[in-house]
């Protein structure tokens, strides 16, 4: 299909507001990053503000090393199968993340 004709469709639009949410979500929380960080350790002293750049900084590399990883990946099996993959996996470390937060309760 052509760059004229994918424009055409419906899922081209839903594709695209997808990702700019997506994008926008990820540079928001870039923006956020270092006060929550200096908010989550509260008693670390003065050392915390260096330690949340740096925090920030490799949450920027892990965005830019995905970016390349997820496109690439994409090229190679698909697009519906990457995004296919990458819900299952944001489904599993939500999953992860609920059940070490809580571990007395069974988690589903």
């Keep these: 299909m052509s760059a004229n004709n994918a424009i ?9 507001i997808v990702l700019c949410f997506n994008v926008t979500a990820g540079i928001g929380i ?12 509260p008693d670390a002293g003065t050392q915390i503000a260096a330690a949340a750049a740096g925090f920030v ?25 990457i995004y296919r993959v990458y819900l299952a996996s944001v489904r599993c470390s939500t999953c992860s993340s609920r059940c070490s937060a809580t571990p007395t309760r069974r988690c589903s």
Excluded: C, H
Aim: without cysteine.
């Design 8 to 16: 055409r469709t419906p899922q081209f639009w839903l594709l695209w």
């Design 30 to 41: 870039l923006e956020r990053a270092s006060p929550i960080f200096q908010d989550y350790f």
């Design 57 to 81: 900084a490799i949450l920027s590399l892990a965005n830019m090393l995905g970016r390349f990883v997820w496109s690439s990946t994409s090229d190679l099996i698909g697009r519906k199968n």
